[in-house]
C-alpha cells in the first residue's frame, strides 16, 4: 500500500512598502510604513507564538526595512506624524485642512465605524467632502475634537493583536474619547518602538526554526525589465513599449545584490530564497538570482503554465521545479491562484470560520486529486499561497486575527496537511524536483507586464527614467573625479529608487489612489535629485505630472423617472439613459490587484411603482457562469431588508424579499427579472417597508453558493429618494 505523505502547505507572506521618502528634503511624504508597522508587519509575525507547530515564510523588502529603521531611530520626518502630536490648540488653519482630509484615509467599515468616537468625528466633518465643506467643518471642532482625531487615526491602525497585549494601547480603545496631550505623544513613541521590532521578531522566529525570512531586489523592481525593456514582448509581441529601450542589466544585478548584502547583515546569514517583485521572471533575471546564492524563487501559476505550454495541468504547479542556469539549479515555487486569492479578496466578507473551513476543504480536495495522480507511486507536494501581507486585512473584521487564528488552529490539528519553509521542503524533495526545458517572461498578473509597461504614462516614466540615467553616465564621463563622492552616490540610490516597481504601478488605468498625486511627485522628484546633485538644473518636463487627472468613481444619481422593459437586455439607448449608474471598476482600484469582477456597472433608477437595477457583467452569463451565483440587494435604511435575486432556466429572475435576518421562503418568490444581455431587476417598493417616506440606501453583494465574492459601491451607499411627484424638483445629492 503507497504511504500516504502529508500535503505541504507553503504560506509567503509578502511585505513592502515603496520609499517614501525624498532624501534631499529629508520628509517623508507618506505614513504607510510607520501604520502598517503597528497593524501588520509586526503582529502577522508574533501572531505565530500561539502556533508554534504552523511554519510559514515572510518576505521582507529592504526598501521597507530601510524606512523601518528610519522611524525607529526618530529620523523619519513625516508629516502626517507631526501632524498627530502638534498640540491641538496650535493648529493651524492649514493644519486642520490637513488633517480633515487626511485623517480618515482608514477602511471606513471596520477601522473608523467600529468605533463611536471615531465614528462621531467622520460624520462631524462629513463622509463626502469638497474644500469648502473642510473649512466649514473646522467650525464644529473643538480642541478636544482635534485631539481625540489625531489619537483616533493612529490608533486605528493597531492590530486587535496590540490591544490584548498592549496595556496602553488597550485602555486608549477602552477610554475612547478625551484623550490628553500626554497620551498623544506616548501613542507615537509605541509606533516608534514596534518599528523597531520588526525584524528583531522576524530573526527570533528564524532563529528558532519556525519562519524562513526571504527578501526582494533593494528596491522592488520589475528586474526582467531592468534587464531589457524588450522582455515585455514575449508575453505580448505587438506591445507599444516606450520610444528608448531601457537595457541596464547591471542594474538588475545591483538591486539582487545589495537586497542579498542587506539580509545577511541583518538576519547573520545568507537568504535562501526571494520573492521577486510582483512575481517577475526570465532567464536573463534568473542568471542574476542564481550568481547572487539564491536557492529558490517563486511566482505565479501562470508563469508555469507558459512554461509548460503542450503538456500543463492545473496540478502541476504543486510541486517544485528547477530551471538550470549552467549546472547550477534555481528552484521555482508557483503560487496557487485561486487560494491566494481567496485570502487576498474573498474571505473577508465570510465568517472567519466559514472561511478556515472552506480554505482547509479545498486543500483536502487538492490531496485526494493528487494521491489519485499519483497511484502506488506518491511524491512530495506544497501548495504555495502567497499574497500581501498587509493590504488585505483592513477588509476583515479585526483586521484578519480570527480569521487566521481559525485558520491556523486547523492546520495545526490536521495530521494530513503539514505547513512548511521553502528551503525545509527543498531539502526533503533534493534529488525529485522536474527540470522546465523553458522559462516564460512574466509577472505574478496575467503572466506578463503590462502593468509597468506599454500605456503611454507608463512608457513616458521609462523615458524619464532613461534620459535621466544617461545624464548620470554622461556627466561621470565627463566629470571622473566625481564618481566616488557622496553626491554621486545618492544619484545613483534615486535611479535605482525609481527603478522600482511601485510607480509604474500607479500610472496608466489599472489602478489608482487617494494619493496618485504624491506618488506621481516622489517618481519625478527622485529624478529631479539627480540633476540637482549633480549641480544641473532638472529638466522643465519633470515638474509636470505624468499620470493625467482622472474622475473618480462617483455614485451619478437618477435624472428622472425611468419604466424600463425586464427582458435582459438593453432595448433602446433611452430605456436606462435616466437611470443612476456605479462602475465597479474604477470603485475597486487601489494597492491589491484583482482578478475580473462578474459586474462591470451597476445602473439603478425608478418610478412610483418599483425600483429597478440593471447590472452589466464582465463575462457571457449562461447556466454554468451563474452556477450557485445570487445576488443580494441590501436594504441599509430605512429598514433592513434583503432581496435575494436567483437565475432560474428561460432567462427569468426570481426574488425573494424579507426584512434581514428572517428564514428564506422559497414560496414567497416573485418573477420580477430577466437574464441575458444584462440583469434587469425590479422590485416593488410596496414590499420594503417605509412608514416615513424615506430615502433607500442599498448596496449590493454578489454570492457564490451563499458566501459573499463581492460587494457594491465600495465604501458607500447607493442613495434611492422615495419617489414623490417633485422628487426630481428637489436638490438631493449622493
Keep these: 500500500m503507497a504511504q500516504d505523505l502529508p500535503l505541504s502547505v507553503l504560506f509567503l507572506w509578502h511585505q513592502h512598502q515603496p520609499l517614501y521618502k525624498d532624501a534631499l528634503a529629508n520628509r517623508y511624504e507618506l505614513p504607510w510604513v510607520r501604520l502598517h508597522a503597528t497593524k501588520d508587519y509586526y503582529d502577522m509575525v508574533a501572531l505565530l507564538d500561539e502556533f508554534p507547530s504552523v511554519k510559514a515564510n515572510f518576505n521582507l523588502v529592504p526598501c521597507l526595512l530601510t524606512q523601518l529603521d528610519d522611524y525607529a531611530q526618530g529620523k523619519a520626518n513625516d508629516k502626517f506624524l507631526n501632524l498627530s502630536v502638534k498640540a491641538a490648540k496650535d493648529l493651524s488653519f492649514e493644519d486642520r485642512q490637513f488633517i480633515l482630509q487626511n485623517f480618515f484615509m482608514a477602511h471606513w467599515e471596520h477601522m473608523v465605524d467600529p468605533y463611536a468616537r471615531y465614528r462621531e468625528l467622520l460624520d462631524k466633518r462629513g463622509r463626502v467632502i469638497t474644500q ?27 492590530d486587535p493583536w496590540w490591544r490584548e497585549k498592549d496595556p496602553f494601547i488597550k485602555a486608549l480603545f477602552e477610554k475612547g ?49 531592468l534587464c531589457d525593456t524588450e522582455a515585455a514582448r514575449v508575453a505580448l509581441p505587438h506591445m507599444n513599449l516606450p520610444e528608448h529601450r531601457f537595457r541596464h542589466p547591471e542594474d538588475a544585478r545591483e538591486q539582487v545584490k545589495r537586497a542579498v548584502e542587506d ?31 539564491i536557492r529558490w524563487v517563486a511566482t505565479d501559476e501562470a508563469v508555469l503554465a507558459h512554461s509548460l505550454p503542450s503538456s500543463f495541468q492545473h496540478d502541476d504547479l504543486y510541486e517544485p521545479y528547477q530551471w538550470k542556469v549552467g549546472d547550477k539549479p534555481l528552484h521555482f515555487f508557483f503560487r496557487d491562484h485561486e487560494l491566494s486569492d481567496a485570502i487576498g479578496f474573498v474571505y473577508a466578507a465570510w465568517e472567519p470560520e466559514v472561511a478556515a473551513d472552506h480554505f482547509m476543504r479545498r486543500l483536502h480536495e487538492i490531496k485526494n486529486r493528487l494521491n489519485q495522480r499519483d497511484g502506488e507511486q506518491p511524491r512530495r507536494h506544497v501548495v504555495s499561497v502567497i499574497l500581501d501581507g498587509e493590504n488585505c486585512w483592513e477588509y476583515y473584521n479585526q483586521d484578519g486575527v480570527p480569521f487566521l487564528r481559525a485558520l491556523y488552529s486547523r492546520l495545526a490539528a490536521d495530521p494530513t496537511i503539514e505547513t512548511v519553509r521553502a528551503g525545509d521542503f527543498l531539502e526533503r524533495s533534493s534529488g525529485d524536483v522536474k527540470t522546465l526545458s523553458a522559462l516564460w517572461s512574466g509577472s505574478w498578473i496575467n503572466s506578463n507586464f503590462a502593468i ?32 566616488d563622492n557622496p553626491q554621486t552616490r545618492q544619484a545613483w540610490e534615486e535611479i535605482y529608487i525609481a527603478e522600482g ?44 505630472p505624468i499620470k493625467k ?13 425611468i419604466k424600463p422593459q425586464l427582458d435582459g437586455r438593453v432595448t433602446s439607448y433611452f430605456e436606462w439613459h435616466s437611470a443612476g449608474i456605479y462602475h465597479t471598476e474604477a470603485g475597486a482600484t487601489g494597492t491589491m490587484h484583482k482578478a475580473e469582477n462578474l459586474i462591470k456597472s451597476v445602473y439603478y433608477g425608478f418610478d412610483f411603482e418599483n425600483i429597478y437595477f440593471r447590472l452589466d457583467p464582465n463575462r457571457p452569463m449562461t447556466p454554468e457562469t451563474l452556477a450557485g451565483i445570487s445576488i443580494k440587494f441590501t436594504f441599509y435604511k430605512p429598514l433592513p431588508y434583503d432581496v435575494l435575486a436567483t437565475f432560474a432556466k428561460e432567462n427569468v429572475v426570481n426574488l425573494i424579499i424579507q426584512k434581514s435576518g428572517e428564514t428564506e421562503d422559497q414560496t414567497k418568490s416573485l418573477v420580477m427579472g430577466a437574464y441575458q444581455k444584462v440583469i434587469e431587476i425590479a422590485i416593488p417598493i410596496s414590499r420594503i417597508e417605509n412608514p416615513d417616506k424615506q430615502h433607500f440606501e442599498v448596496f449590493i453583494i454578489v454570492q457564490k453558493d451563499g458566501l459573499e465574492q463581492e460587494r457594491w459601491p465600495v465604501d458607500a451607499m447607493l442613495q434611492i429618494p422615495y419617489p414623490t411627484t417633485d422628487v426630481f424638483v428637489e436638490n438631493w445629492v449622493i
Design 132 to 158: 469648502e465643506s473642510l473649512s466649514r467643518a473646522q467650525k464644529y471642532f473643538k480642541d478636544q475634537d482635534w485631539r481625540d482625531l489625531q489619537i483616533w487615526f493612529n490608533l486605528a491602525w493597531f
Design 177 to 225: 474619547k478625551h484623550f490628553t496631550e500626554e497620551e498623544k505623544q506616548t501613542l507615537a513613541g509605541k509606533q516608534q518602538e514596534i518599528c523597531g521590532l520588526v525584524v528583531a521578531k522576524h530573526k527570533e522566529l528564524q532563529d528558532r526554526g519556525q519562519i524562513e525570512v526571504t527578501t526582494t531586489p533593494f528596491y522592488h523592481p520589475i528586474l526582467p525589465l
Design 263 to 293: 539580509y545577511r547583515a541583518r538576519f547573520g546569514r545568507a537568504p535562501q530564497g526571494m520573492w521577486p517583485a510582483e512575481g517577475s521572471v526570465s532567464p536573463e533575471a534568473a542568471a542574476f538570482f542564481s550568481e547572487m546564492g
Design 452 to 483: 509597468w509597461i506599454g500605456h503611454p504614462e507608463d512608457n513616458k516614466a521609462w523615458d524619464l527614467l532613461d534620459r535621466t540615467r544617461t545624464f548620470l553616465k554622461t556627466t561621470l564621463e565627463a566629470h571622473p573625479e566625481q564618481t
Design 501 to 544: 516597481s511601485d510607480w509604474c504601478w500607479w500610472y496608466g488605468d489599472d489602478h489608482s489612489s487617494s494619493n496618485d498625486e504624491t506618488f506621481d511627485y516622489l517618481f519625478r522628484k527622485h529624478l529631479m535629485n539627480v540633476y540637482s546633485l549633480m549641480g544641473d538644473k532638472a529638466p522643465e518636463d519633470l515638474h509636470l
Design 549 to 561: 487627472k482622472r474622475i473618480k468613481a462617483p455614485i451619478s444619481p437618477p435624472t428622472d423617472f
